[in-house]
């Protein structure tokens, strides 16, 4: 069975290095997974929306959200709400 991952991160370094650990780990273990990536919170709200993601990697904090400190934060405890993802793993 294929994983779905998504990757959340306003940073397309940080979303290569974790792809790439991610890729890496998948090829050892002989698993299959999917990696979407996201830039946005709303890319990620949309992506979430279509697609049944089994594992969330999210960057707490976004560049040039100011008046919310931990808005990744926010928005994870949100996506809690939906009732197939009130046991995601969120790293």
């Not at 998504?6 to 698993?31: C, F, H, Y």
């Not at 890319?43 to 100011?66: H, N």
Request: hydrophobic share 45%; net charge negative.
């Amino acid at each position: 069975m294929r994983k779905q991952i998504l990757i959340v991160d306003s940073d397309d370094r940080q979303i290569r290095r974790i792809a790439g650990v991610v890729k890496e780990t998948a090829v050892q273990s002989g698993n299959r997974m999917e990696i979407y990536v996201a830039n946005t919170l709303e890319e990620a709200g949309i992506i979430i929306e279509d697609i049944d993601i089994d594992v969330l990697i999210l960057d707490s904090v976004y560049k040039g959200m100011a008046l919310e400190k931990y808005p990744g934060i926010m928005w994870a405890q949100k996506i809690r709400e939906y009732e197939k993802y009130i046991s995601l793993p969120i790293i």
